[in-house]
């Protein structure tokens, strides 16, 4: 099969794109990759998350660098959730966003109606996914690792679409960028045990791992199969083959420097002005 994002080159900045959602009117989204920018060692390049480590004056630059060269924008328009691994979905109203706080405590996924507010999140193996609500002029963005997507926050976004906005399910859009893929994805007994006690237990997908007895998490499956429990008509879901754990070269990947410091892309999605 072939890979659904498109590889764009700006300058010094590879990013991707979903060419299917470049065609529609006032929508911009990308998923940055590790290339362009200025963070070095095993930041190196583009690392645009403060969490790990990198000078935060480089990720800074990398940040303004990024926005400002691809989309044209300022970084002080950027929200993102402080992604604690749980279901927290924020809307973006006028009320937020005047606050001017940037990180949303505790939200592992944002939506809005609002234009020109640039939502983001970032990742080194989490799924991040996009949402659109063409209809009602919705963006939403989530992070999605192994805790998020067994306790449903893909369909925990929809059900905000649906209560905020009145969005029907069987029209909004999802994409799904970059993520560590089955391959990668050896996992232990404690998510097979949250799996197990999840309402979403009968969409997480196992893969039989490398090692014997072990498991491998299908994080792309299982957050296609919640969504289409959700509502979210199949053709309707794009899907990223993109593994961050074996593509070293494009992406950071945690799981691929075992727990060593490493940076974060990120995934961005906003309604233009
Ligand atoms: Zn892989």
């Known amino acids: 099969m072939k890979e659904i994002l498109w590889t764009n080159r700006l300058g010094d900045i590879v990013y991707l794109t979903y060419?299917?959602?470049e065609l529609l009117p006032g929508i911009r989204h990308g998923f940055s990759t590790r290339l362009g920018g200025f963070s070095t060692g095993p930041f190196s390049a583009m690392n645009l998350g403060f969490r790990g480590g990198d000078s935060p004056s480089l990720v800074a630059a990398?940040?303004?660098?990024f926005l400002g060269t691809i989309w044209g924008r300022q970084e002080e328009r950027l929200f993102y959730g402080e992604?604690?691994?749980?279901t927290q979905v924020c809307v973006?109203?006028?009320q937020v966003i005047r606050s001017g706080v940037q990180t949303i405590p505790q939200a592992d996924a944002l939506v809005t109606a609002e234009k020109e507010v640039l939502l983001g999140g970032f990742s080194a193996d989490c799924l991040l996914a996009l949402f659109i609500d063409l209809d009602?002029?919705?963006?939403g963005v989530a992070h999605a690792g192994w805790r998020g997507t067994i306790n449903g926050i893909l369909s925990h976004v929809v059900t905000v679409m649906q209560g905020q906005w009145y969005s029907e399910p069987g029209k909004i859009q999802c994409l799904l960028g970059p993520c560590i893929q089955s391959c990668c994805y050896e996992i232990g007994e404690e998510v097979e045990e949250v799996a197990a006690n999840s309402?979403?237990?009968r969409q997480v997908v196992f893969r039989e791992g490398m090692r014997k007895g072990r498991q491998n998490l299908d994080l792309m499956d299982t957050n296609r199969q919640i969504l289409k429990e959700s509502g979210?008509?199949?053709e309707h879901i794009f899907a990223s083959q993109y593994c961050t754990c074996c593509h070293g070269d494009l992406f950071y990947?945690?799981?691929r420097v075992g727990g060593q410091p490493t940076g974060s892309l990120m995934g961005l999605i906003f309604l233009a002005g």
């Open 62 to 65: 990398n940040r303004a660098h």
């Open 136 to 139: 009602h002029r919705v963006v």
């Open 92 to 94: 973006l109203d006028r």
């Open 199 to 201: 309402p979403w237990s």
């Open 232 to 234: 979210i008509k199949k």
């Open 253 to 255: 990947s945690y799981r």
């Open 19 to 21: 060419p299917g959602w």
């Open 83 to 86: 992604q604690v691994h749980g």
